[in-house]
């Protein structure tokens, strides 16, 4: 495993990471959360990410229950708060209040006394960002986060919060959670550049664009059975964003790059990711350890010039 600094702050994490989004303690059964919580640390895995809406606490409450087996000064977790976990008025969004009742929360599900990272899900229009971020260095000063970070916040949104931050006298967000792919290339355009001058990490997800960069989904035909696409509790997103027959082709393009390279379609994506030097690790949300332990060999992957330019002819940012 290689491990990255997180932006310009002092800690490591692993280059790929375990998420449990649609996986741990929801799809994957208990044995499949062990054993591919078990697969990741002793590849050397030590960025676990989850959030307290994943199937409202059950992966926060399972990756715990496994990640209790290895010392804790061997992981780097974390969790996430905004979104609604309750029918209250005050159970949803980015108040004082819901953060640091959320908090509680999933430390408790976690079995553990702190997180590594704290992240604010989504941005919260309702709340002043000076009442969150005072409401996040309170609970630093506490012991109970040791950072805290952005997922899925603009450029803009991540400069003002740090304006804000260093306005109250208040620690800096450290990282950010962006979507990131062949397929989502976004981030390249501003939030890149942002949170490089910055100093602020990226933890990217769905490096795979939920399946559509494995060349499993063939132009023409529906999506096998037992596949995410065909699953209506996890395929909103791959049917919003990526379900074309364009995609799918360029699917098969990418399977015929990756081959002439003797490695899978899936495991040149993600290398692709980690090309950028702006991603500090790529999340992997992997039901199976056989699709894990094929994923890790990414890292070992280097990337030809000469197939970053096929890859960027097939995917261009637009």
């Known amino acids: 495993m ?68 290895y010392p804790r000064s061997d992981l780097f977790v974390l969790s996430k708060v905004w979104a609604p976990m309750g029918e209250g008025p005050n159970d949803q969004g980015l108040s004082a209040k819901h953060i640091f009742e959320q908090c509680d929360e999933s430390l408790k599900r976690l079995g553990m006394d702190y997180l590594d990272v704290y992240m604010c899900h989504r941005p919260d229009p309702e709340t002043p960002l000076e009442e969150t971020i005072q409401a996040m260095e309170d609970l630093c000063r506490r012991g109970k986060i040791l950072y805290w970070g952005t997922s899925e916040w603009s450029a803009a949104q991540i400069v003002k919060a740090q304006s ?12 950010n959670e962006p979507r990131y792919s062949l397929l989502y290339r976004y981030p390249e355009k501003e939030l890149y550049p942002a949170t490089k001058e910055e100093g602020v990490g990226n933890v990217i997800f769905s490096p795979l664009a939920h399946g559509m960069l494995t060349g499993k989904y063939l132009p023409g035909k529906e999506a096998p059975a037992g596949t995410r696409a065909a699953d209506k509790d996890q395929n909103e997103v791959i049917m919003e964003m990526y379900w074309t027959e364009e995609n ?60 970053l330019k096929k890859l960027d002819e097939l995917y261009p940012l637009e």
């Open 164 to 175: 804000v931050a260093k306005e109250i006298g208040a620690r800096p967000l450290s990282v």
């Open 2 to 69: 290689k491990y990255r600094k997180m932006g310009k702050w002092g800690v490591k994490l692993s280059a790929l990471g375990l998420g449990s989004y649609l996986t741990i303690g929801f799809k994957n059964t208990e044995e499949e959360s062990r054993d591919t919580i078990r697969m990741a640390y002793e590849n050397g895995i030590n960025f676990f990410d989850t959030a307290n809406a994943y199937n409202f606490g059950e992966a926060e409450r399972v990756l715990g229950k496994y990640l209790k087996d």
């Open 248 to 307: 799918k082709k360029k699917g098969l393009e990418l399977v015929k790059i990756a081959e002439e390279m003797g490695v899978k379609a899936s495991q040149l994506a993600i290398a692709w990711c980690l090309e950028r030097p702006e991603v500090t690790s790529v999340i992997l949300g992997t039901r199976k350890k056989e699709q894990l332990e094929e994923n890790i060999k990414a890292i070992e992957i280097e990337i030809p010039d000469d197939v």
